[in-house]
Nanobody, 120 residues
Framework: QVQLVESGGGLVQAGGSLGLSCTAS????????MGWYRQAPGKERELVAV???????NYADSARGRFTISRDDAMNTVYLQMNDLKPEDTATYYC??????????????WGQGTLVTVSS
C-alpha cells in the first residue's frame, strides 16, 4: 500500500516561517509530480505549488516569492518552505503525488493534511 505522510505544520506568527515535508512510502515504482494544496475553512482546496518529475515548478500567485517547493527523488519526498507567512495562509495543507506502484497501477494520492495556523 502506498501512502503520503506529512509533517511540519503548526502555529506561527505573521511574518514567520514554517517548513512542511511529505514522503511517499510503500510499494512504489516511480513518482511523477508532487505538490502541495491547501484548504481554508469554508473554501475549496487550491494549489499552492507543484514540482513536476521533469524538474519544473509552478506556484500559485499567493505563494510565489514567499514559498519554495523542493523535492528529493531518492527519498520520494517533497518539501514546502514557507516564509513571510500571513494570516490568510492559515489552512490545512495537503500533499499530493502522481505515481505508479509496483503493480504498475497509476495512483493519484493525498496525504492526511497538516494544519498551518498563522496568527496576526
Amino acid at each position: 500500500q502506498v501512502q503520503l505522510v506529512e509533517s511540519g505544520g503548526g502555529l506561527v506568527q505573521a511574518g514567520g516561517s514554517l517548513g512542511l515535508s511529505c514522503t511517499a512510502s510503500g510499494d512504489i515504482h516511480i513518482v511523477y509530480d508532487m505538490g502541495w494544496y491547501r484548504q481554508a475553512p469554508g473554501k475549496e482546496r487550491e494549489l499552492v505549488a507543484v514540482f513536476t518529475s521533469a524538474g519544473s515548478t509552478n506556484y500559485a500567485d499567493s505563494a510565489r516569492g514567499r514559498f519554495t517547493i523542493s523535492r528529493d527523488d531518492a527519498m520520494n519526498t517533497v518539501y514546502l518552505q514557507m516564509n513571510d507567512l500571513k494570516p490568510e495562509d492559515t489552512a490545512t495543507y495537503y500533499c499530493n503525488a502522481d505515481l505508479v506502484d509496483d503493480t504498475y497501477k497509476y495512483l493519484d494520492i493525498w496525504g492526511q493534511g497538516t494544519l498551518v495556523t498563522v496568527s496576526s
